[in-house]
């Protein structure tokens, strides 16, 4: 009965380790996120005007 629990108890351990490391990976990537757009020029922006 003492190896079940051993196994058990490290299954658990095993399960926790994995989620906090998706945990803190997920936290790194979206504080260290970059932006996927840049706008530069915003002032020259016309929406809705066509030119000739």
Not at 5 to 19: D, G, K, P, V
Not at 33 to 42: D, H, K, N, R, W
């Amino acid at each position: 009965m003492g190896k079940r629990m051993w196994r058990r108890s490290l299954n658990l351990l095993a399960i926790l380790s994995l989620f906090l490391s998706v945990a803190i990976s997920s936290v790194h990537a979206a504080t260290t996120a970059q932006p996927e757009i840049t706008l530069s020029g915003v002032n020259q922006l016309q929406v809705g005007k066509a030119k000739n």
